[in-house]
């Protein structure tokens, strides 16, 4: 598995799996039980996906060292704030049945995040936590957190696909050495990605699928991605993508796929935020 190297000094794989949207706690163990024993050592999980303990569960049952696995979770944004925060972190780390944590995010750039990155700034200090970071932080948002924090993030997850590749976003992050993460790196399935021609054609180079081209763009362009499935073949058919390299002409044709915009969640959107807003889960 590779890996990258974050800004302070931690390995991470680049190859991860997501469990978002996995609600169902017996379907979520054991995808994560398949992914983990095809090879995938990062899984990313979140407050809100209300399926930690199935992680948890899953990681505890495959056998694998707690140190050999790359554990990311999130706060979500009513747990914004140092003290909220502080409880969400400990129930996190029940959930998962862990003293500490891989990689720690705020989940929305709402709130009291302010107060959050403070609460993650002691536990990364205290050795809670390995690495911290932030996700859907547009430039200025992450810039004036930067400007106003002791710790920089180590990562940003965002919306990061061929529709969506965030040129600008990434040129602030590679300036501070700030590691991206791809969540939704196939676009949900939205607009035909997986019949993309574009794509297709590239596939057809390497007797590969569109979805194996994506990652392994994202392998060459130093992005961590975290494609879910629930279907045995398809966590396989995304973890085989060490066998062929994408060529230059390749990478120029993906890169004039971008629409330059996100295709699935609007941060500035006063709707989106109400939305997400009254999102409420069971930890």
């Given at each position: 598995?590779?890996v990258?190297?974050?800004?302070?000094?931690?390995?991470?794989?680049?190859?991860?799996?997501?469990?978002?949207?996995?609600?169902?706690?017996?379907?979520?163990?054991?995808?994560?039980?398949?992914?983990l024993r095809?090879?995938?050592?990062?899984?990313?999980?979140?407050?809100?996906?209300?399926?930690?303990?199935?992680?948890g569960?899953a990681?505890?049952?495959?056998?694998?060292?707690r140190e050999?696995?790359?554990?990311?979770s999130?706060?979500?944004?009513?747990?914004?704030g140092?003290?909220?925060?502080?409880?969400?972190f400990e129930?996190?780390?029940?959930?998962?049945?862990?003293?500490?944590?891989?990689?720690?995010?705020?989940?929305?750039?709402?709130?009291?995040?302010?107060g959050?990155?403070?609460a993650m700034?002691e536990l990364y200090?205290?050795?809670k936590?390995?690495?911290?970071?932030?996700?859907?932080?547009?430039?200025d948002?992450?810039?004036?957190?930067?400007?106003?924090?002791?710790?920089?993030?180590?990562?940003?997850?965002?919306e990061l696909?061929?529709?969506?590749q965030q040129k600008k976003?990434?040129?602030?992050?590679?300036h501070?050495?700030?590691?991206p993460?791809?969540w939704?790196?196939?676009?949900?399935g939205r607009?035909?990605?997986?019949?993309?021609?574009t794509l297709?054609?590239?596939?057809?180079?390497?007797?590969?699928?569109?979805?194996?081209?994506?990652?392994?763009w994202l392998?060459?362009?130093?992005?961590?991605?975290i494609p879910?499935?629930v279907?045995?073949e398809?966590?396989e058919?995304?973890f085989?993508i060490?066998?062929?390299r994408l060529?230059?002409?390749?990478?120029?044709?993906?890169?004039q796929?971008?629409?330059?915009?996100?295709?699935?969640?609007?941060?500035?959107s006063?709707?989106?935020?109400?939305?997400?807003?009254?999102?409420?889960?069971?930890?």
């Amino acid at each position: 598995m590779k890996v990258l190297t974050l800004n302070n000094h931690v390995d991470v794989p680049q190859l991860g799996f997501g469990v978002f949207q996995i609600t169902d706690e017996e379907e979520c163990k054991r995808s994560v039980l398949t992914a983990l024993r095809t090879g995938y050592r990062l899984i990313d999980t979140a407050a809100c996906y209300g399926n930690e303990r199935a992680v948890g569960e899953a990681v505890k049952e495959s056998g694998i060292a707690r140190e050999n696995v790359f554990l990311t979770s999130k706060v979500w944004i009513q747990d914004a704030g140092y003290e909220k925060t502080m409880r969400s972190f400990e129930k996190t780390l029940e959930n998962l049945q862990t003293d500490y944590l891989d990689l720690y995010l705020i989940h929305m750039p709402y709130g009291d995040y302010y107060g959050s990155w403070r609460a993650m700034e002691e536990l990364y200090k205290k050795g809670k936590i390995r690495a911290i970071g932030v996700c859907n932080f547009e430039a200025d948002r992450l810039v004036d957190l930067i400007l106003n924090s002791q710790v920089v993030p180590a990562v940003d997850q965002v919306e990061l696909h061929p529709f969506c590749q965030q040129k600008k976003l990434r040129e602030v992050m590679y300036h501070y050495d700030i590691t991206p993460m791809a969540w939704a790196p196939f676009a949900e399935g939205r607009d035909g990605i997986f019949t993309n021609e574009t794509l297709e054609a590239i596939g057809q180079q390497y007797r590969k699928k569109p979805s194996q081209v994506i990652l392994r763009w994202l392998r060459q362009s130093n992005i961590i991605a975290i494609p879910k499935s629930v279907h045995a073949e398809r966590i396989e058919e995304n973890f085989d993508i060490d066998l062929f390299r994408l060529e230059d002409e390749d990478l120029i044709r993906i890169s004039q796929m971008d629409r330059g915009e996100s295709q699935i969640l609007d941060i500035r959107s006063l709707l989106e935020v109400y939305r997400l807003f009254h999102i409420r889960f069971d930890q």
